[in-house]
């Protein structure tokens, strides 16, 4: 393993902001790379990352890592705002994951973007482990943007039971996936169950699914169970169930349940009296894919993406 | 007349409204939007809604037409000083033309849009950011340049700045609007969280010559208009900070400078050292310059609009 600085921030009272990189096989080779936290509150993909660094330290030594393959692991791009509890760059609400692919005269976060992007630039696999922005739990599942640069459909050597294809919209077009992409890599988010809070269960599973990838793509060699046979899914064809209204939000279902038409799988009671002010009920048979998770709800917020069970 | 334009029930007991003054008189179908407050941190927009409604209340027997002012797009981020939507982190700015049925963004984008659609012009006005102060500017992209600049040139601002379209762009409201054939001109000017009186007046006087010129306004006196300098990307030189520190400026907002010229010092309190100079990049004229004095390297510390360097003619 060596450990490198890819890029490195100045500031006027901190300590320099300093994105670390683990290399592992062949330095020379860009095979993959893992992106953990870009954000403040991604602890969850940082620690995934972190586990994978542990990992792979110890089949390198033992020689699992295929010959003429380079992998590159990058736990966090953003403590200062992790240190601070902050999601976003701390001065001005800036998004890393907004400025891609960067530009190094540009303001701090492009610069940043820039600094990550031309060291995972040219990597043949990308792997985001990314983040949704609403507080929710999620079936972990890997998802791929559909653009017309996009050659690859590996989604299935992940072994999830889910995979996901997305239509970019326009504010995609600066996030690291799609810039991956254009700079013909083919990139993949995997999404985890949770963000802020660190579950070492969920960890594990997403660190079995980057491994599995690596060991499906002749990576490393190293015996891992060959998981799920993966059914892809456009995630517009999602049944997505918006909140009627606003209040507190009660859900009685877990994600991965198999629901049935006209089930009750969330109230929303107002806050004030307890009164049962709506009751979602399933449309039709499906599988609880997402579902939102916070006391209060506002009115229009999706509560629920469920995939119809087609099949049965 | 206040209208309703969106409406959605928050968590608690509180529906978040967005509103609109609809001043209406006379027979003509003309409509004119003036809308801002979509970043809750921009605040120059308050003052001139407030001094064109006075206006037209004190005139209204002088208008023909319709004119509604849209002051707060974002009215929970204007009353927490956030910039973004609060509890979505989200700039309102890239959620448009939004989706019917969406989420609670969404749902309020495509309302608002639906709402202004038709018009025959809209001015969406923009101040800045906290950390900048510009003058009055407006902005556009390439390719609605030539329907938006004879407009433009109505509104008593200083320049217009014609950029390149980003992809990224297309969840503007201007975007959504412009791309339905709704002529929307972007308005940026001042500085976040303040505001400056003289621009709002400028600005004003300029919407009033622009009515007075789609006869909308008859039989009132307008100032003398501005001749804005009209700007492609190439003509616009950048200043990023060097350093890390504190930056102080030591040159008038809105003078002319030449290249090389110290635009201000990055100095650092702890050692009462100066860390870098900030250079101007280009001769011309200092149209945007640093508010917030604490910056990273690469933090924006000035725009120059590039000009023939006369200091030394
Ligand atoms: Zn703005």
Redesign the pocket.
């Known amino acids: 393993m060596t450990e490198k600085i890819i890029f490195a921030l100045e500031s006027v009272y901190r300590e320099p902001l300093e994105i670390k990189a683990f290399c592992f096989g062949d330095t020379s080779k860009k095979t993959i790379c893992i992106m953990g936290a870009m954000r403040g509150n991604e602890v969850q993909q940082m620690y995934v990352c972190a586990r994978l660094v542990q990992e792979l330290k110890i089949l390198e030594i033992n020689g699992h890592i295929a010959k003429n393959t380079g992998i590159m692991v990058i736990p966090c791009a953003n403590y200062h705002s992790m240190n601070i509890g902050k999601r976003f760059w701390a001065m001005d609400n800036t998004d890393i994951n907004r400025m891609f692919p960067g530009y190094n005269l540009g303001e701090t976060t492009q610069r940043i973007a820039d600094g990550i992007f031309t060291e995972i630039q040219g990597f043949e696999y990308g792997i985001q482990l990314a983040s949704f922005y609403q507080p929710g739990r999620f079936l972990t599942h890997v998802k791929q943007m559909v653009t017309e640069f996009t050659t690859d459909d590996g989604l299935a050597y992940f072994g999830l039971p889910y995979a996901l294809k997305r239509s970019p919209k326009p504010y995609d077009t600066t996030t690291l996936n799609y810039n991956w992409q254009l700079w013909n890599t083919k990139a993949y988010s995997l999404f985890t169950h949770s963000t802020d809070d660190m579950k070492e269960d969920s960890a594990e599973n997403a660190l079995n699914v980057i491994m599995r990838f690596m060991k499906k793509r002749e990576i490393i060699n190293y015996p891992i169970h060959a998981g799920y046979v993966t059914s892809i899914i456009n995630e517009s064809d999602m049944l997505q169930i918006h909140s009627p209204c606003g209040g507190i939000c009660r859900i009685k279902t877990k994600i991965g349940d198999v629901v049935e038409r006209g089930q009750i799988i969330a109230e929303i009671l107002n806050p004030l009296t307890c009164e049962i002010f709506a009751e979602i009920e399933v449309p039709e048979k499906a599988t609880v894919f997402f579902h939102f998770e916070s006391p209060l709800i506002v009115e229009g917020t999706v509560i629920f993406k469920l995939v119809k069970n087609n099949d049965f | 007349m206040i209208k309703t334009v969106s409406q959605i029930n928050l968590a608690v007991n509180e529906k978040l409204k967005i509103q609109k003054n609809s001043i209406k008189n006379g027979t003509s179908k003309k409509r004119i939007c003036i809308v801002t407050g979509?970043?809750g941190d921009?605040l120059e927009g308050q003052y001139i809604c407030y001094v064109l409604g006075k206006y037209l209340k004190e005139n209204i027997s002088r208008l023909n037409g319709t004119i509604d002012v849209y002051p707060a797009l974002n009215p929970l981020g204007i009353d927490s000083i956030m910039?973004g939507i609060p509890g979505y982190d989200l700039d309102m700015?890239r959620t448009f033309p939004g989706i019917e049925s969406g989420t609670m963004p969404e749902m309020i984008a495509y309302e608002i849009l639906e709402d202004m659609k038709g018009a025959d012009i809209c001015i969406d006005i923009?101040?800045?950011?906290i950390f900048l102060r510009e003058i009055p500017q407006i902005r556009m992209s390439i390719p609605t340049s030539e329907v938006l600049l004879p407009y433009a040139k109505m509104l008593n601002v200083d320049f217009v700045w014609v950029h390149a379209s980003a992809t990224v762009l297309e969840s503007t409201l201007a975007h959504s609007l412009n791309s339905t054939g709704t002529k929307t001109l972007v308005v940026?000017m001042g500085v976040g969280m303040r505001i400056t009186k003289e621009y709002c007046k400028q600005l004003v006087d300029g919407i009033i010559n622009l009515l007075v010129n789609l006869e909308m306004l008859t039989d009132v006196e307008v100032g003398e208009i501005r001749e804005p300098v009209v700007s492609l990307d190439g003509a616009v030189g950048f200043v990023n900070s060097p350093a890390a520190g504190i930056f102080v400026p030591d040159t008038e907002f809105g003078s002319i400078v030449s290249e090389g010229d110290i635009i201000g010092r990055i100095v650092n309190p702890l050692t009462g050292e100066i860390v870098e100079n900030a250079v101007a990049s280009c001769s011309g004229l200092l149209f945007t310059l640093r508010e917030y004095p604490v910056v990273y390297g690469g933090s924006l510390i000035a725009r120059i609009l590039r000009q023939e360097d006369k200091k030394n003619d």
């Open positions: 979509t970043h921009e910039r700015n923009h101040a800045s950011n940026e």
